[in-house]
T-cell receptor
Framework: QKEVEQNSGPLSVPEGAIASLNCTYSDRGSQSFFWYRQYSGKSPELIMS????GDKEDGRFTAQLNKASQYVSLLIRDSQPSDSATYLC??????????FGSGTKLNVKP | DAGITQSPRHKVTETGTPVTLRCHQT?????MYWYRQDPGHGLRLIHYSYGVKDTDKGEVSDGYSVSRSKTEDFLLTLESATSSQTSVYFCAIRVTPDRGKGRGTEAFFGQGTRLTVV
């Protein structure tokens, strides 16, 4: 079983819509959760981190965490073509390591 | 800018040759990581370091070795490169920003090294 699971997509949404990206993780003791954005040919870039149950908002991005269900999601409101990228979910289950999902590719159509 | 640079950025090498990739940081962070990224597998941890001369294995460490003789440099060596090691390699550092602003320990990445083994 992988530490972090994501649907590979692609997820296609029209410009201006809400994009919803989901992730599940296996280690129930995990405390730190992250969303990274990766453009083609570039390195992953941290866009959101969340540490407690509930929602965390930053501009057009909202991260949601449900530890009981071992579920993390990322909502992107008013999606723009520039949001088209692969989104990686990451979990830090212990002090030392970060585990990443394989990513969900998002296409935002003008 | 987390101050991480990787070199080389691109490399083509022949099967059976040794290859060393370098990760350099400018901010004195204790933890450094090497990941490889392949289609369908995402980022997989190869090795990590928690200090000078302190390293440990990740989930895909076979065929790789690492060294950290200075805080700022973390080297990844493919002892005898194989075609299955063709990949994009990313170095990362662990950063703990201001906890008072609701942020905890996070990982930041270098630009990546595209390695092709022919």
């Amino acid at each position: 079983q992988k530490e972090v699971e994501q649907n590979s997509g692609p997820l296609s949404v029209p410009e201006g819509a809400i994009a919803s990206l989901n992730c599940t993780y296996s280690d129930r003791g995990s405390q730190s959760f992250f969303w990274y954005r990766q453009y083609s040919g570039k390195s992953p870039e941290l866009i959101m981190s969340i540490y407690s149950n509930g929602d965390k908002e930053d501009g057009r991005f909202t991260a949601q965490l449900n530890k009981a269900s071992q579920y993390v999601s990322l909502l992107i409101r008013d999606s723009q073509p520039s949001d088209s990228a692969t989104y990686l979910c990451a979990v830090r289950p212990n002090f030392n390591k970060f585990y990443f999902g394989s990513g969900t590719k998002l296409n935002v159509k003008p | 800018d987390a101050g991480i640079t990787q070199s080389p950025r691109h490399k083509v090498t022949e099967t059976g040759t040794p290859v060393t990739l370098r990760c350099h940081q400018t901010e004195n962070h204790r933890y450094m990581y090497w990941y490889r990224q392949d289609p369908g597998h995402g980022l997989r941890l190869i090795h990590y370091s928690y200090g000078v001369k302190d390293t440990d294995k990740g989930e895909v460490s076979d065929g790789y070795s690492v060294s950290r003789s200075k805080t700022e440099d973390f080297l990844l060596t493919l002892e005898s490169a194989t075609s299955s090691q063709t990949s994009v390699y990313f170095c990362a550092i662990r950063v703990t920003p201001d906890r008072g602003k609701g942020r905890g320990t996070e990982a930041f990445f270098g630009q990546g090294t595209r390695l092709t083994v022919v």
